[in-house]
């Protein structure tokens, strides 16, 4: 078990059920997945193949290759080429991801004030995007190879019914929100 996890519900969990009225166990909010995704713009085998295989390198899980679904002709891709990567994590892996991301990633970002909150914000789901890819420890060692990555989109799904538990979960996991 993982240190968040273990945080979750042992803290977590607690501080849910005073703040907010539940009348069974099974609706406490909790973090159900992480869904990691590239999107390239060009579907040249190059780029694909560093996208995918820095995903891989991050999360320690095999990714799987987005298609496009129809043709577009101003960014030249035809139907069926591959525009990027996704990892869809759960469970154990989920948990690491999210500490990996809060102790070792944000820490080391430049000028890094906090993720801001869109005012499109979900009720069960929060996303950002990760520009700067180089302070994963896994990229660090071949930096060469990963020079231009796309942006990472990073979405983190919950089981949340209103944007307050959205927030203050978010909150209580540590991820430093800028409103």
Same mark, same amino acid.
Not at 35 to 48: A, D, V
């Given at each position: ?5 273990? +945080?979750?519900? %042992? *803290?977590?969990?607690?501080?849910? /059920?005073?703040?907010? &009225? +539940?009348? +069974? ?12 995704? $590239? ?5 040249? /085998?190059?780029? /694909?193949?560093? *996208? $995918? ?25 035809? %139907?069926?080429?591959? *525009? ?11 948990? %690491? ?21 869109? #005012? ?7 996303? $950002? ?11 660090? %060692?071949? $930096? ?5 990555? &796309? &942006? ?21 996991? #540590? ?5």
């Amino acid at each position: 078990m993982s240190i968040l996890q273990n +945080y979750y519900k %042992r *803290v977590i969990k607690r501080d849910l /059920i005073n703040k907010f &009225p +539940y009348t +069974y166990l099974g609706e406490i909010p909790q973090l159900k997945k992480i869904i990691l995704n $590239f999107g390239c713009k060009n579907s040249e /085998i190059r780029s /694909i193949a560093s *996208v $995918f295989l820095s995903l891989e390198l991050i999360t320690a899980k095999k990714s799987l290759i987005a298609r496009s679904k129809r043709a577009n002709i101003l960014l030249k891709i035809r %139907r069926g080429n591959p *525009v990027g990567c996704m990892v869809i994590l759960r469970d154990e892996k989920m948990y %690491r991801f999210l500490f990996k991301l809060l102790s070792e990633v944000f820490p080391n970002l430049k000028s890094f004030l906090g993720i801001n909150i869109s #005012k499109k914000l979900g009720k069960t789901s929060f996303s $950002f995007t990760l520009k700067d890819l180089i302070h994963f420890k896994e990229l660090e %060692r071949q $930096f060469y190879l990963f020079t231009n990555l &796309p &942006p990472l989109n990073i979405t983190l799904i919950t089981t949340t019914k209103t944007k307050e538990e959205l927030l203050y979960l978010l909150k209580s996991f #540590k991820l430093v929100l800028i409103p």
